[in-house]
């Protein structure tokens, strides 16, 4: 069965600075999603990012990037010149392609934002 | 931007008594989902529904729980006779295809049994 596992419950940063919250997970499936959500006190959850698993290049958006290492089944997200809105939980997870459609999530990051 | 759009944001509800939870999802999506979150806990996967009928379900999801699309605009997650550890978060997730590369959350309903 795929797993997911974050190691760091929480973590802090200095506003404007760089994060880097990691994810690791277990598969034998050689095509997969992997996400990031983010869950702000309304609890919410919201897309950060997302990456297909085929694909070699680390997807970007804005202030946010991946460093995907398919071999090394790792899947970190980097949060760039950080922000007080940039505080949450955020959930690394993953979706098979082919077979079981659910989506599965790792424990979870605190991330506090210091001004 | 479309939405997934879910009812109550906050229901309250006794110990025994039976509660449903409403969803809206987007209206050209085909696939249906419920995850829950206990509090401080991860997401976890409730069931599927595709084809009014449930494509799969995890371990939790037991016979107090059902699911149904009653009118072809809502998706509904009843539980029977709710116990307190019920209480968590519930999402609906709608998308137009399995296993799809973009899944849209609702933003949650709340559920606090007493």
């Known amino acids: 069965a795929q797993t997911v596992t974050q190691s760091q419950p929480e973590m802090s940063v200095q506003e404007a600075e760089t994060v880097t919250l990691s994810c690791t997970y277990d598969?034998?499936?050689?095509?997969?999603?992997l996400f990031w959500y983010k869950q702000p006190p309304s609890r919410q959850m919201i897309l950060v990012i997302r990456q297909e698993a085929y694909k070699q290049q680390n997807a970007t958006e804005n202030r946010f990037s991946v460093n995907f290492q398919k071999a090394a089944k790792s899947f970190s997200l980097k949060i760039s010149d950080s922000q007080l809105g940039d505080a949450a939980m955020y959930f690394c997870?993953?979706?098979?392609?082919?077979?079981?459609?659910?989506?599965?999530f790792g424990k979870g990051t605190r991330l506090h934002i210091l001004p | 931007e479309p939405e997934v759009t879910q009812t109550p944001s906050h229901q309250v509800t006794q110990m025994g008594q039976e509660v449903i939870l409403r969803c809206v999802p987007i209206?050209?999506?085909?696939?249906f989902y419920w995850y829950r979150q206990i509090l401080g806990q991860k997401v976890e996967f409730l069931v599927s529904?595709?084809?009014?009928?449930?494509?799969?379900k995890s371990e939790i999801f037991d016979d107090q729980f059902s699911v149904e699309r009653p009118d072809g605009s809502n998706f509904t997650l009843k539980i029977r006779s709710t116990k307190l550890e019920d209480s968590a978060m519930y999402f609906c997730?709608?998308?137009?295809?399995?296993?799809?590369?973009?899944?849209?959350f609702g933003q949650g309903t709340r559920l606090t049994v007493v």
């Open positions: 598969t034998s499936e050689s095509d997969y999603y």
């Open positions: 529904f595709y084809n009014n009928e449930i494509s799969e």
């Open positions: 209206s050209n999506h085909l696939y």
């Open positions: 997730a709608s998308q137009n295809l399995p296993r799809a590369f973009l899944a849209f």
């Open positions: 997870a993953y979706r098979s392609t082919s077979r079981d459609d659910k989506i599965i």
